[in-house]
C-alpha cells in the first residue's frame, strides 16, 4: 500500500522567511496530493491539493509542486505570519480513496 | 454552518464501556470517511461509505468497532469495550461523490479511556 514521508517534523522560521515542507510516496498510482493545516483542538482543513497532471500550484502565498518522476511533493509557504503556526500534514490517494497521510509537520513562525 | 460536524466533541468513558459518535457531512456529499488520529501521527483511514454502502475497513477497525450509515446521510461510529489503547480523535471527513477527490474534514471526537 501507499506510504508517505513527512520531513521535517518540526520548522520554526522567523516572521517574513520562507517555510518549505517535503514529502515523498511510494505508489506510484497516486494521483491526488492535499495538503491540510490543523490548529490545536481543531480538524484538518485544507489549504491547497495538486493533481498529478499539473507540476506546479499556487494560491496566494501557498504553492505545491509535484515531481511524479521522483515521487515526491512539497509546500512551500512565503512572508509567513504567526497564523501560519500549525500542524501541517501532506497526503496521498488514488483519487477518492482513502488519503494515506505523513506524520506531520509542526510549523512555528516568530515574531 | 455548512461544515462537517462531529458529535460529541469530547468524550470520556471508563475502560469496557460502549461510545458512540455521530458525523453529518456537508449536505448532498455522498462519500463519507472516518479516520483516527493518535498524539504526534498524521490521520489514518478507518473506513469509508458512498451513501449507504461500506466501500472499505482498514485492518485498524478490529471487530469491536462498526460503523453504520443507515439512510446515506449521517454516520455513526461504535466502539464496543473500549480500551486504553482507543484514545484518540476520531475524525469524520466527506466529499461531493465518487467522482472527487476533495475532502473536508469534522472538528474531531476526543476519546479518552480512563
Known amino acids: 500500500g501507499e506510504n508517505v514521508e513527512q520531513h521535517p517534523s518540526t520548522l520554526s522560521v522567523q516572521e517574513g522567511d520562507s517555510a518549505v515542507i517535503k514529502c515523498t510516496y511510494s505508489?506510484?498510482?497516486?494521483?491526488?496530493f492535499p495538503w491540510y493545516k490543523q490548529e490545536l483542538g481543531k480538524g484538518p482543513q485544507l489549504i491547497i491539493d495538486i493533481r498529478s497532471n499539473v507540476g506546479e500550484k499556487k494560491d496566494q502565498r501557498i504553492a505545491v509542486t509535484l515531481n511524479k518522476t521522483a515521487k515526491h511533493f512539497s509546500l512551500h509557504i512565503t512572508e509567513t505570519q504567526p497564523e501560519d503556526s500549525a500542524v501541517y500534514f501532506c497526503?496521498?490517494?488514488?483519487?477518492?480513496?482513502?488519503?494515506?497521510f505523513g506524520k506531520g509537520t509542526r510549523l512555528s513562525v516568530i515574531a | 454552518d455548512t461544515g462537517v460536524s462531529q458529535n460529541p466533541r469530547h468524550k470520556i468513558t471508563k475502560r469496557g464501556q460502549n461510545v458512540t459518535f455521530r458525523c453529518d457531512p456537508i449536505?448532498?456529499?455522498?462519500?463519507l470517511y472516518w479516520y483516527r488520529q493518535t498524539l504526534g501521527q498524521g490521520p489514518e483511514f478507518l473506513t469509508y461509505?458512498?451513501?449507504?454502502?461500506?466501500?472499505?475497513k482498514s485492518r485498524l477497525l478490529s471487530d469491536r468497532f462498526s460503523a453504520e450509515r443507515p439512510k446515506g446521510s449521517f454516520s455513526t461510529l461504535e466502539i464496543q469495550r473500549t480500551e486504553q489503547g482507543d484514545s484518540a480523535m476520531y475524525l469524520c471527513?466527506?466529499?461531493?461523490?465518487?467522482?472527487?477527490?476533495?475532502?473536508?474534514f469534522g472538528p474531531g471526537t476526543r476519546l479518552t479511556v480512563l
Open positions: 461509505f458512498q451513501n449507504e454502502a461500506q466501500l472499505e
Open positions: 449536505s448532498e456529499h455522498n462519500r
Open positions: 497526503a496521498a490517494s488514488r483519487g477518492n480513496t482513502p488519503l494515506v
Open positions: 505508489d506510484s498510482a497516486s494521483n491526488y
Open positions: 471527513a466527506s466529499s461531493l461523490s465518487a467522482a472527487t477527490d476533495t475532502q473536508y
